[in-house]
């Protein structure tokens, strides 16, 4: 049994060790060096990841081609699959959900349109079972409160710039005394972005 070596360095593939387990090479699929200190750092930082979610009529009504839930709901169960992740892979990890193109406002910063359904924090199982029981009452009855709790929607023309500071404020505010990995997802239908 011969093994090929590529002679072409692009070709080959990024070094790495055996696993714990002895299944596949620890870094080689990803091109990360694990004993890169740089890299262990990145991987060791705690992350901050805000999902924002447009909260327009259109984000409470349309649904992907073949039906399922509206658009909102689908990026609220993200929300909930990311929470439910950190739950078991890290007690530092924080998670908020904050909704934009809303009436109604609930920020500790007073921004406008700007709705903060979950605030950046360490997720919890009350915070994932009130956003199921928001995905729960679409599916059940086709309709939640959620709309009518953020004072309903805006038709269009949701301005971002509002909704990124808050959270960039947000971000700023949770990072005073520990370093984040800041992440932000943002769910949006609007095509001109």
């Not at 596949?24 to 992350?47: L, M, W």
């Not at 009436?103 to 605030?119: A, C, I, S, T």
Request: glycine fraction near 8%; proline fraction near 5%.
């Amino acid at each position: 049994v011969g093994v090929s070596h590529p002679s072409n360095p692009s070709e080959r593939q990024a070094p790495g060790r055996m696993d714990d387990d002895g299944d596949g090479y620890e870094g080689a699929a990803s091109g990360v060096d694990p004993d890169d200190p740089k890299a262990s750092a990145e991987f060791s930082t705690p992350d901050a990841t805000m999902f924002v979610i447009e909260a327009t009529k259109r984000m409470f009504t349309q649904t992907f081609p073949g039906g399922g839930l509206p658009l909102l709901y689908v990026a609220l169960q993200a929300a909930v699959e990311c929470m439910t992740d950190r739950v078991l892979a890290s007690e530092k990890d924080l998670v908020g959900v904050v909704l934009y193109g809303t009436n109604g406002k609930q920020n500790d910063r007073g921004f406008d349109h700007v709705w903060e359904l979950v605030p950046l924090a360490e997720p919890s199982a009350r915070t994932i079972r009130m956003l199921r029981d928001h995905i729960k009452e679409v599916e059940v009855f086709g309709d939640s409160k959620l709309q009518k709790e953020c004072e309903g929607s805006l038709g269009s023309g949701v301005d971002l710039d509002d909704v990124l500071l808050y959270t960039q404020l947000t971000f700023n505010l949770k990072s005073t005394k520990k370093k984040y990995q800041k992440r932000v997802f943002l769910f949006t239908c609007d095509e001109q972005l």
